[in-house]
């Protein structure tokens, strides 16, 4: 028997459906407080120094948090070649917008610093935020976008043909899902300046995500009614190959009925927005009386449960066409082949637990807090 027919590639490709979702919620999760960091800079930093303090809580590790994004983008480029060609060229403007706010951060930690002049800092601190609060509201803006369907379809040569505007992404749902991302992240960013930082910067950043953990919350629970009674589901019509060849073509789907059918269908995957609610207060909690590890770790629990209640409510579906829903990408007929999925399997498997054992031996090196006496006794050394 040949070694990669050892698992079946209906099982890999389930496999890598859920890799998918463990990389995207670990960039989440890590490179996440650093963007409400940045969103968070110029509001939870009265002084030079006190901004210098959120600076260099997120300065030795939002480098090495970012190998999860990389990692996110290489695996839907390697296991599922066609969404990332589908959403990588009809959310061009956006990636784009993404990645220039993405590149303003290195520069800002980088050359921030170097000048003493208020003016030369100041346009970094804003520099600083429009890289944390851009990609964090353009990432769940995306993510309202591919819940609602995205419209492209494919010509007879398997060709993706994306047919919407950069404008049309920027619907009503869509922003809504987006001030979800930004607060919840924020929320996240504050609860690890909670736990980093001290004095009037940790103080303010409590005060400010309490606020915008409620907001998050509120606006997660408006997006599930607004699911439930405004936005039409898909689902598969008829025998569905979930072993068989990857070709868009040989699955069939509709546009019609709700995507919470899938919680009747599936009643177990109610714990993802229950997680991501009760995370979410409980989080809103632990700032209010100064809780410190608990409430980064009850942040990271809503947030797994906020991304995971979309991959699980949308299953098998990953990117639905509104415009041609027969070309809608499922994870049955969008994937690489067995023996690709496989061949990354046994890569994943021997490289993820390395990364993972070197980022915990990294934080449990710096871990401790950033104070104003530190940063001003090495001033010409820190961020």
């Given amino acids: 028997m040949i070694l990669h027919d050892l698992i079946s590639f209906e099982l890999l490709r389930v496999i890598w459906w859920l890799l998918l979702g463990v990389l995207l919620t670990g960039f989440a999760l890590t490179d996440g407080f650093d963007l409400g960091v940045g969103a968070l800079l ?28 990389i990692l996110g ?28 706010a993405l590149i303003l951060r290195p520069v800002g930690f980088k050359y921030r610093s170097k000048r003493d002049d208020a003016t030369w800092r ?11 609060a851009v990609p964090a509201l353009i990432f769940g803006v995306a993510m309202g976008n591919v819940i609602q369907g995205v419209p492209f379809h494919f010509n007879g040569d398997l060709m993706s043909i994306y047919t919407g505007t950069f404008f049309g992404l920027l619907n009503p749902f869509a922003l809504l899902s987006g001030i979800v991302s930004l607060t919840m992240l924020i929320t996240h960013g504050a609860a690890w300046l909670n736990l980093k930082a001290e004095g009037p910067v940790a103080a303010r950043a409590r005060a400010i995500g309490s606020v915008t953990g409620l907001i998050a919350v509120a606006g997660y629970v408006l997006a599930g009614v607004w699911m439930t009674y405004g936005i039409a589901g898909y689902h598969l019509v008829g025998p569905v190959l979930t072993g ?7 699955t069939e789907a509709a546009k019609g009925g709700s995507w919470i059918a899938a919680y009747a269908a599936r009643p177990w995957i109610a714990i993802a927005p229950v997680a991501g609610v009760v995370g979410m207060l409980l989080a809103v909690a632990g700032l209010r009386r100064g809780a410190e590890v608990s409430t ?30 027969k070309s809608s990408l499922t994870v049955w007929n969008a994937s690489s082949s067995h023996m690709t999925l496989f061949v990354m ?26 104070t104003e006496t530190e940063v001003a006794e090495h001033s010409h050394s820190l961020y």
Wanted: glycine share 10%; aromatic share 18%.
């Fill in 42 to 69: 110029p509001f939870v930093g009265k002084t030079d120094l006190e901004r210098r303090v959120a600076i260099n809580t997120v300065g030795p590790v939002w480098e090495g948090n970012q190998v999860w994004f």
């Fill in 73 to 100: 983008g290489g695996a839907i480029f390697a296991a599922w070649p066609p969404l990332y060609a589908v959403s990588f060229s009809g959310f061009y403007l956006a990636m784009f917008l993404v990645l220039a």
């Fill in 122 to 132: 100041a346009a970094w601190d804003w520099a600083l935020f429009v890289g944390g």
């Fill in 244 to 250: 068989g060849a990857s070709n868009p073509f040989l």
């Fill in 296 to 325: 980064l770790l009850f942040s990271k629990l809503g947030i797994i449960g906020v991304i995971s209640s979309v991959g699980l409510t949308m299953f098998p579906f990953i990117l639905p066409s509104s415009s041609d829903p």
């Fill in 345 to 370: 399997l046994v890569v994943a498997v021997v490289f993820v637990p390395i990364i993972l054992a070197y980022t915990t031996w990294v934080y449990r090196v710096l871990w401790g807090k950033v």
